[in-house]
């Protein structure tokens, strides 16, 4: 399918915002190493700039994008960055480079195809807790979760500090630490926050139901986001886990990142850095469990929570959902469109 460049990428340029029919020429070809064919080149009738495809690619300026699709796989399949760069001989550098620009599309695509959720909907709440470089420096990651379809809303990480009981070996190590570091900042209510308010911008003003466990911090911050459009359900984090768990969408949510996302993993060697790649990971892990993989394992069909949400009327697959930039927000190019004319706010009725 021949691609048809969707609007100039020069920002300043008139035709960015307002495209006009015939708004470039074609501008000759150029040879990539990594791609088998010429590329197109186009030049802007109005700015007179040059682009070419690539321009609009995920993969623009990358030396290795056949390695785009095998990472982002890894990094939802608990495979570490050593690991990865060990197997495919890319540096370990070259590879977190890599993987962080690959996350940060990932974040734009979640934020750019789930602007408007369906009304009516409940969502289920609650925090993770993992750490950043060694267990004394807890990290929370707050998720909420779309009940029915198991679509992640929003997450968040942020410190938050854990005091082992006085007199413990793992108190005098905190203490040491903090007399280094100084004192370890408490985020989770601004992090609980931050994902409720994320949730409440994709509502349009919309009532909802919102379940948690019984945190007390959770009602004032629902309040203070929502008002009178909430109605908050509250459930005992010591009821039963089972499937009648009003809390079990989260719990099984926060259980498959821990398989998916190897530094999530208990007793593994993997460990977060610092805690922005930690958000990072889960930007991609967010974009494969709502939009890739399928819902359940159940399901006869091969549907994504997004669309069962009827946000993407077809299941993404990896190498779809790196293939076109997405930080130009709601006038990106669709994830599902081939040639490159169908702009995320044009929507995609069928697949294109
Ligand atoms: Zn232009």
Not at 86 to 110: D, E, N, P, S, Y
Not at 181 to 203: I, Y
Not at 247 to 267: E, H, P, S, W, Y
Request: glycine fraction near 6%; charged fraction near 30%.
């Amino acid at each position: 399918m021949e691609f048809i460049p969707p609007f100039c990428p020069n920002s300043q340029c008139e035709r960015h915002e307002k495209p006009e029919a015939g708004f470039f020429v074609r501008h000759g070809f150029y040879e990539a190493a990594c791609r088998p064919a010429p590329i197109p080149r186009f030049r802007c009738r109005a700015c007179r700039r040059t682009f070419s495809t690539q321009t609009f690619r995920q993969d623009y300026r990358d030396q290795r994008p056949d390695l785009n699709e095998p990472l982002y796989r890894s990094l939802v399949s608990s495979t570490g960055y050593r690991q990865f760069a060990r197997i495919t001989k890319l540096g370990v550098g070259a590879t977190q480079r890599k993987a962080r620009k690959l996350a940060r599309h990932a974040g734009f695509l979640h934020e750019n195809l789930s602007r408007h959720l369906p009304v009516g909907r409940t969502f289920v709440l609650d925090e993770e807790e993992t750490y950043e470089q060694a267990s004394i420096r807890p990290l929370t990651m707050p998720l909420v979760v779309e009940r029915e379809h198991w679509f992640i809303v929003a997450t968040a990480v942020g410190p938050i500090r854990r005091l082992a009981p006085a007199g413990t070996k793992r108190r005098q190590w905190q203490i040491r630490d903090e007399g280094k570091h100084g004192k370890r900042p408490d985020t989770s209510a601004q992090c609980v926050e931050a994902v409720l308010r994320a949730l409440d911008s994709k509502l349009g003003g919309d009532r909802l139901v919102l379940r948690s466990d019984l945190k007390a911090s959770y009602v004032t911050i629902a309040q203070a986001v929502f008002g009178d459009r909430v109605t908050h359900e509250r459930t005992s984090s010591r009821e039963p886990r089972t499937t009648y768990n009003p809390l079990f969408v989260v719990n099984t949510t926060i259980a498959m990142t821990r398989d998916n996302c190897g530094r999530l993993r208990r007793k593994s060697w993997l460990v977060t850095k610092k805690r922005e790649f930690l958000q990072l990971h889960m930007h991609q892990f967010v974009v494969y469990r709502n939009y890739i993989r399928k819902r359940f394992n159940k399901d006869k069909e091969d549907k994504s929570p997004a669309v069962h949400l009827q946000l993407i009327p077809r299941s993404l697959t990896i190498g779809e959902a790196v293939r076109w930039r997405q930080d130009w927000g709601q006038g990106s190019i669709h994830p599902l469109s081939g040639n490159g004319s169908r702009r995320i706010r044009d929507g995609v009725a069928g697949v294109a």
